[in-house]
């Protein structure tokens, strides 16, 4: 690693103290703010495959935010007997609500005109009859119809894997968020006040450990067998509540290092409450390797959720999720496009939210000089 | 002289750290940091406190803050027995005992800007509103010597010494009268120690600051201090005014360490160099009778088994020592003391 000359390069910390007044060295009071987080940051950008991973993550957010103008049963914009109908893939408006694109644009009459979705002109759950008469059944292989195949009810595979995006950001995103609140708050309390705080803590911690995440969610599916996106919900709940041990663990060790130093001491004897302490001084000292492991967090819980939808407690069918299309592809072998995109889907994601949190480790893990 | 002018004292003060062991994490022992320690601070001196590592020197200053909890003893402020005060009774006193540490590195917040660390007191007691907070951030690093525009950056952009001059900065935001200094140059280069020192002195003048001022250089002591204690496993051993005390030093321990401290001067003859034997004892299991018995030269029966009292025998002079018994049932008169001072002047360095 070329870190440790890098650090040294903008020549701040030279003891260069004249007689009275301390003088900044000039090319220190030039250079940039150096906070911690812009050096882990430097050090992070400084190698290609987590920009790589970066990249890709930031696509995908992309295309999850932009699902709904990348594959639609409805254009972007219509002209359609004189009315112009602005976004209809996301209002879906009444008097369109029987159509789909193709039926559209077979009824466009001169001076008619729409702005279709840009990948593919399939709705999440648009099933498509027509082909069926010139191609035989459901599923077909990729044709020019439909990129990267249909489904075995006759749904296109691209729009599902493109719609899929959404759920296992969600999922990903959303369970770790719960796993790092809860395991932040808890981790630091069991590591601040230690004694019977952290003892307690910590059995629960066990407690939990115990529990396999997916036992948990089948189970928690099973009773409260919620619906549409409350599945996604419940889902994203049972795998944080599950996961938050790891990041309490991590988070604890690092307070008690943290809370023997000088500063800490510093701001109690100042007169500093508790609740100022843990949240200015200590967890802002100790949650860096929290975010590494948030970041290996996100990868397992979307591998999670493909698990689960694979093994059909996940995701209902109407809902288009990367595990869900895998599932189909089980009763359909010689269908491989069902295994293949998603497939591919999700081992993009995964690698890529890999790369970042090895990038991240890496870029914490010399400890820059603080 | 005593009473009025007193403005922090302890009385036995005793600060115990419980050791457990075993699979039920029981209590098996304690480490007696401070082990019945008394001391009185006047209004505007300063007070050396020296002793070797692990004497209880630091645990003393935080105890005295509360930082530690005393397991015994009295702590008092301005008259009050501040010993029992909780957190938030302790709170407004915070604004008058300040605290400098030792190591530059590491009490300050790396995350944190300059300006915030300073002005973070400022906020703590609601002392002044963003834009007046910002100017007196500003005020306070001017006054220890920095450049305003510090307080923009961080701390790892500064040099140990300046660091330091950030902890001295931080400690006056709340304009205290008493300053706890724990070692606030030892961590810095000789030419450092200096100005760091000076800037100390130069403070004191212009805020009338009282310092306690724990360190292990005896040079620096004697130069920055009006009165020094010594330290030994948790207690006093002596206690003068600092020119009586490196003229005139009674207790074995304390002319063993004036004799250690090393010579401006190579060439200069060692002139009775006392050499300590062995280890400090561990202060979870402290020898019987005095302390320093098992490392002490002069020795006798009686040190093995009966603790010191500590004997004035001098204004201002105190000695926890047996040998001192006599000399003190004697008379503690001006004679006796300048007889005392020209008999010392043969071990003293």
Not at chain 1, 313 to 340: K, N, Q, V
Not at chain 1, 344 to 368: K, Q, W
Not at chain 2, 132 to 148: A, T
Request: one cysteine or more; a neutral charge; aromatic letters at 8%.
């Amino acid at each position: 690693m070329a870190a440790p000359q890098r650090k040294t390069a903008s020549g701040v910390g030279s003891p260069d103290e004249a007689e009275g007044q301390v003088r900044v060295p000039p090319q220190a009071a030039r250079s940039v703010k150096r906070s911690y987080w812009r050096m882990v940051w430097q050090q992070f950008w400084r190698r290609r495959i987590s920009q790589v991973g970066l990249f890709f993550i930031g696509g995908i957010f992309i295309v999850a935010l932009s699902a709904d103008f990348l594959a639609s049963d409805k254009p972007i914009v219509l002209r359609m007997d004189g009315q112009t109908y602005l976004f209809p893939n996301l209002r879906d408006p009444a008097e369109l609500r029987m159509y789909d694109n193709h039926q559209i644009i077979d009824e466009m009459k001169p001076g008619d005109w729409a702005l279709m979705p840009l990948i593919s002109r399939w709705g999440v759950n648009n099933h498509d009859f027509v082909s069926v008469l010139a191609l035989g059944h459901h599923p077909q292989p990729p044709t020019r119809r439909h990129l990267l195949g249909t489904d075995p009810s006759g749904r296109d595979v691209m729009t599902r894997v493109i719609h899929g995006t959404r759920v296992s950001l969600a999922v990903g995103i959303l369970a770790v968020s719960i796993m790092v609140v809860v395991g932040v708050i808890l981790g630091s309390l069991a590591g601040y006040y230690g004694g019977w705080v952290d003892g307690v803590i910590m059995r629960f911690v066990e407690i939990f450990l115990c529990i396999p995440p997916l036992l948990l969610i089948v189970t928690v599916l099973a009773v409260l067998a919620p619906t549409g996106w409350w599945m996604v919900v419940a889902m994203m709940a049972c795998i944080g509540l599950t996961g938050w041990t790891n990041i309490a663990r991590l988070i604890r060790g690092e307070i008690f290092k943290v809370k023997t130093q000088e500063y800490v001491q510093a701001s109690r004897a100042l007169g500093g409450s508790d609740a100022r302490i843990i949240v200015r001084h200590v967890i802002p000292n100790s949650i860096s390797p929290v975010l590494v492991a948030a970041t290996f967090g996100i990868a397992s819980a979307i591998l999670l959720e493909g698990a689960l939808s694979f093994l059909g407690f996940g995701i209902p069918p109407d809902m288009a999720s990367w595990g869900g299309i895998l599932t189909e592809a089980r009763g359909h072998i010689p269908a491989w496009w069902l295994a293949i995109y998603p497939g591919l889907a999700i081992f993009i994601t995964v690698t890529a939210y890999n790369l970042v949190g090895e990038g991240l480790r890496d870029a914490i893990d010399p400890r820059l000089k603080t | 002289m005593k009473d009025d002018d007193v403005l922090l004292e302890c009385e036995n003060l005793k600060t115990y750290f419980p050791v457990r062991g075993g699979v039920l994490s029981r209590k098996v022992g304690d480490v007696r940091a401070v082990d019945g320690v008394s001391l009185q601070v006047r209004k505007g001196e300063t007070v050396g406190l020296v002793g070797e590592s692990g004497c209880g020197k630091s645990t003393l200053g935080r105890t005295l803050l509360k930082l530690y909890e005393p397991t015994s003893g009295k702590i008092r402020f301005q008259g009050r027995d501040i010993t029992n005060y909780g957190s938030g009774r302790m709170r407004p006193l915070r604004r008058k005992l300040q605290m400098i540490f030792q190591d530059p590195y590491a009490s300050l917040n790396p995350r944190m800007t300059v300006g915030s660390i300073v002005g973070e007191a400022l906020i703590i007691h609601g002392l002044e509103d963003s834009r007046s907070r910002k100017k007196r951030v500003m005020e306070l690093l001017e006054k220890v010597g920095l450049l305003p525009d510090a307080a923009d950056r961080y701390p790892h952009e500064f040099s140990g010494g300046q660091r330091q001059r950030i902890g001295i900065a931080r400690a006056l935001s709340v304009s205290p009268e008493v300053i706890i200094a724990d070692e606030p140059v030892s961590a810095l280069d000789v030419s450092i120690q200096a100005q760091v020192i000076n800037l100390l002195k130069d403070l004191q003048e212009e805020f009338s600051l009282t310092y306690i001022f724990i360190a292990h250089d005896l040079n620096v002591v004697e130069y920055f201090s009006d009165r020094v204690a010594v330290m030994y496993l948790g207690k006093i051993v002596e206690e003068a005014s600092s020119s009586e005390l490196y003229r005139n030093p009674r207790h074995p321990y304390t002319k063993a360490l004036l004799s250690a401290v090393p010579e401006p001067k190579p060439r200069a003859e060692k002139k009775g160099r006392i050499l300590l034997e062995g280890d400090v004892p561990s202060p979870m299991n402290p020898p019987s009778g005095c302390y320093f018995h098992p490392r002490c030269s002069q020795a006798t029966a009686r040190c093995r088994v009966e603790p010191p009292e500590t004997y004035r025998i001098a204004e201002d002079h105190r000695v926890a020592c047996l040998l001192e018994e006599e000399a003190a049932i004697a008379d503690v008169g001006h004679e006796k003391a300048e007889q005392a001072r020209s008999l010392g002047d043969g071990t003293g360095g």
